[in-house]
């Protein structure tokens, strides 16, 4: 089993910035894809980055620039920097993990979500 935590979240002004985390723990093999979605009231569940084992990153076209994503796999935690934050960025923010079973399968994962408000 998968335990994910996720914290940094919390009401900032616009222009402000924001650094969330998300720390792994549990018995898995290995932890191959991080990333962060968020979710709006109303709106469907959207990729915000992503970050694969190697280290190459996605970022959805309205965080470019802004946001920056990175890991640390000796910590088993991903990190999403964001800055120059909009009102439109307000939503609950959700970290998932694709996790390497010793079973040779892998496995999604979710965090508990942590609530982003940007306002003045």
């Known amino acids: 089993q998968v335990q994910l935590v996720e914290s940094g979240g919390g009401l900032v002004q616009p222009g402000g910035s924001l650094r969330l985390s998300c720390a792994a723990s549990?018995?898995?093999?290995?932890?191959?894809?991080m990333g962060w979605y968020r979710q709006a009231p109303g709106k469907q569940r959207e990729l915000v980055a992503s970050i694969t084992s190697g280290l190459s990153t996605n970022y959805a076209d309205s965080v470019k620039g802004r946001f920056t994503i990175s890991r640390d796999n000796a910590k088993k935690t991903v990190y999403l920097q964001m800055n120059s934050l909009k009102p439109e960025d307000t939503a609950v923010y959700y970290c998932?993990?694709?996790?390497?079973?010793?079973?040779?399968?892998?496995?999604?994962?979710w965090g508990q979500g942590t609530q982003v408000t940007v306002s003045s």
């Open positions: 549990g018995n898995f093999f290995s932890i191959n894809g």
């Open positions: 998932n993990l694709k996790v390497g079973g010793w079973d040779s399968y892998e496995y999604d994962y």
